[in-house]
């Protein structure tokens, strides 16, 4: 039986009152300043159920980087506008095994990306977004806003700035995929516009709400509007069990058994399909760009729930 709302509340409470013993480990991302700034010793956490009530605890309202997060707000924006096709001829499903950018696959299988979680695919998948859409950015804000009901959801201007500033290893990620003709549009153009996503800023409740529809067939619990059809939800989940923590995917279906993605800014979204979607906060990183307080804290929460869709 599922947890009654006070009994998950007070799970809540507890993960976050015992997140500070993973304050002594991992470090907060620091390859941008505007990162690095970041109080390493955040945590917050929050649940959206799928009727659309959301429980949070510690830091839930503070809004952070969302980072790598917005790799599955793009792709189903992808999916919502293209066909499957156009898609998935152009980048795979497959888990990389290697860090998130990488660009050791990138060569050996002649610019097609392994999947849209790592980099180099969602590089590719901006560059199907900015090849068909007018105003991207825009496009992806407004998206945001409409899954995650807040409608002052936005870029940080001055991390998107950084992230262009340093730029190097995406640039030479999308300019080898430019290379081998798997990207169209202008890499300039694709870079900003995957580097303005990364730099969103959500809090944990807007961040759970804004994916609580890969807990609900495809349906927004917030508006019951249909996001994606209950097909594209299931592989959208299948895809983030896989992929969704790079070269941790693995160790991370094996200690929480849902369905999650990460981002080097501190937050991981995960999902219990027909039940809730999670989002935590903890901005200390272990060495695959995950977090451990967040990891930990997912844990726990499936233990505490007793139950998973992996059994
Ligand atoms: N902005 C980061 C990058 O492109 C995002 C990576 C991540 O969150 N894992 O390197």
Redesign the pocket.
């Known amino acids: 039986a599922d947890l009654d709302h006070d009994a998950l509340q007070a799970l809540l409470d507890r993960l976050s009152k015992d997140a500070p013993r993973c304050f002594n480990e991992g470090k907060v991302a620091d390859y941008i300043p505007a990162l690095g700034e970041v109080d390493p010793n955040h945590f917050g956490i929050a649940v959206c159920h799928v009727d659309a009530r959301v429980q949070y605890a510690g830091d839930a309202l503070t809004r952070f980087s969302i980072?790598?997060i917005v790799k599955v707000h793009a792709l189903v924006l992808a999916m919502q506008r293209l066909a499957p096709d156009d898609i998935w001829s152009r980048v795979g499903r497959e888990p990389s095994g290697q860090a998130?950018?990488s660009m050791v696959q990138l060569e050996v299988e002649r610019g097609v990306p392994r999947n849209p979680f790592i980099?180099a695919g969602a590089l590719l998948v901006t560059d199907l977004l900015v090849s068909r859409i007018v105003s991207t950015q825009y496009t992806l804000r407004e998206h945001l806003r409409r899954l995650s009901g807040s409608d002052d959801v936005g870029f940080d201007e001055r991390v998107a700035r950084s992230?262009m500033d340093h730029k190097a290893r995406?640039a030479a990620l999308a300019y080898l995929m430019k290379a081998y003709g798997n990207l169209d549009a202008d890499v300039e153009t694709v870079l900003d516009t995957y580097f303005h996503g990364?730099s969103v800023a959500m809090n944990c409740v807007e961040m759970a709400r804004s994916v609580a529809f890969l807990a609900n067939r495809g349906v927004n619990p917030l508006d019951g509007s249909r996001v994606v059809s209950p097909v594209e939800t299931r592989q959208l989940n299948a895809l983030l069990l896989t992929c969704g923590l790079y070269d941790a995917a693995g160790d991370f279906a094996w200690r929480v058994g849902l369905p999650g993605k990460s981002?080097?800014g501190g937050g991981i979204i995960a999902i219990l399909p027909g039940r809730m979607s999670i989002c935590v906060w903890s901005p200390r990183l272990d060495g695959y760009?995950n977090s451990i307080a967040g990891r930990h804290a997912l844990e726990g929460l499936v233990e505490g729930i007793g139950f998973s869709p992996l059994g």
């Open positions: 980072q790598s998130f950018n980099n992230e995406n990364c981002g080097v760009g």
